[in-house]
């Protein structure tokens, strides 16, 4: 995959990541900037930041899930490596949502 292939990929992820709704909000994971670091390689590895919206939000886990599940429809993706930054059970999460 040529840089360009990974940038159209990257484009491809965010625009999914643009129906990934937080019910409390009602506000796209992206335009509320829970998505940071987004890496695209040009093998279709994806890698990136989710840093729910507080340290204690109630549905950082299904979130994280949601997010994850996206990506993983975009067509090209073959892996992600997700970091959960900014949530007091960060470090668990971190190593459910990589399973």
Do not use: H, W
């Amino acid at each position: 995959m040529s840089n360009e292939k990974a940038e159209k990929l990257k484009d491809l992820i965010i625009v999914r990541l643009k129906l990934v709704i937080d019910p409390e909000t009602r506000a796209d994971v992206i335009r509320m900037r829970l998505i940071e670091d987004l890496e695209v390689s040009n093998d279709g590895r994806v890698k990136y930041t989710f840093r729910p919206s507080s340290p204690v939000c109630p549905i950082a886990v299904s979130l994280a899930q949601q997010i994850k599940q996206a990506v993983a429809q975009v067509p090209g993706v073959t892996s992600q490596d997700i970091k959960v930054e900014g949530y007091v059970g960060a470090a668990q999460l971190t190593m459910l949502i990589n399973k």
